[in-house]
């Protein structure tokens, strides 16, 4: 059985730091793509970054590339997100997601990951 457990959300002051970190199981980094995703209320799940199975590569949507890192303990089977420098236009649901085979991650869209955590909530006050 795959479950995917998101934490570390919360509130934090524009500018700060959060860190997200995704509890895989049932997965293997070598066959699934780990993405992270976010939400708010009345719009689309957009991609936010992802890490290919295999080679570990890294991928990121716009600005979060200078922001954001994503990086994998393969032997925890855990998956981070470090978000530095936050705006209040990155509050949102987080959500981790896990897609089989895919080895190419950069820009698929949540309708291409089979996998999904529950979510964690990120607050920035301004």
């Known amino acids: 059985e795959v479950q995917l457990v998101e934490s570390g959300g919360g509130l934090v002051q524009a500018g700060g730091s959060l860190r997200l970190s995704c509890a895989a199981s049932?997965?293997?980094?070598?066959?699934?793509?780990i993405g992270w995703f976010r939400q708010v209320p009345g719009k689309e799940r957009d991609w936010v970054s992802c890490i290919s199975p295999k080679d570990g590569s890294t991928y990121y949507a716009g600005d979060e590339k200078r922001r954001f890192t994503i990086t994998s303990d393969n032997a925890k089977n855990m998956v981070y997100l470090q978000m530095n420098s936050l705006k209040p236009e990155d509050m949102a649901v987080y959500y981790c997601?896990?897609?089989?085979?895919?080895?190419?991650?950069?820009?698929?869209?949540?309708?291409?990951?089979?996998?999904w955590g529950q979510g964690t909530q990120v607050t920035v006050s301004s």
């Open positions: 997601a896990a897609a089989y085979m895919l080895y190419y991650c950069k820009g698929y869209g949540s309708n291409d990951y089979d996998y």
């Open positions: 049932g997965v293997s980094f070598d066959d699934y793509a």
